[in-house]
């Protein structure tokens, strides 16, 4: 029984030492990480080559330039790619966020629901508010609120 449990432990034993040993083996072939703002970059420099001259040159992964912030007032308000947008007034508040809004163009009333963003904001729209819709082209009595005006 000694020689069985003494066969058994050399053979747990060789399968720790060989796992360990791979583990050294991978860790010293990769190139060490840095992260920063969540993400992980490779600082040493990747080659690839130019199949055209034969030469390789050095990739940097640097870490990517910040992207700028807008602030709210800054430029128009992007619009769906394909509807109108016009201005008019809310006459009526009916149930599951939809209103009727009269056009301040040509005093047509549509059926109207709110953005996302109004909706996510919690932006309270009432009867007389002045608002911004965006109407779809393929159906010209509704449309969607995009803004309400103080």
């Known amino acids: 029984e000694e020689g069985q449990a003494g066969r058994t432990m050399s053979k747990f034993a060789g399968i720790v030492l060989a796992l360990a040993a791979l583990a050294h083996a991978a860790a010293a072939m990769t190139p060490p990480l840095r992260t920063g703002g969540g993400a992980a970059f490779v600082t040493a420099p990747m ?10 040159e050095a990739l940097s992964m640097a870490k990517p330039p910040p992207v ?50 109004i909706r996510k904001n919690y932006i309270k729209i009432l009867p007389g508010d002045k ?15 995009t803004f309400r005006y103080k």
């Open 131 to 145: 608002v911004t819709m965006e109407i779809s082209p393929y159906d010209l009595t509704k449309g969607r609120i």
């Open 47 to 56: 080659r690839f080559g130019n199949p055209s001259t034969g030469r390789t």
């Open 68 to 117: 700028q912030k807008t602030t709210k007032n800054d430029g128009p308000r992007k619009v769906k790619e394909g509807s109108i947008e016009m201005d008019g007034v809310v006459l009526e508040s009916l149930p599951n966020a939809m209103f009727r809004v009269e056009l301040d163009a040509n005093q047509q009333v549509i059926l109207a629901h709110i953005s996302g963003k």
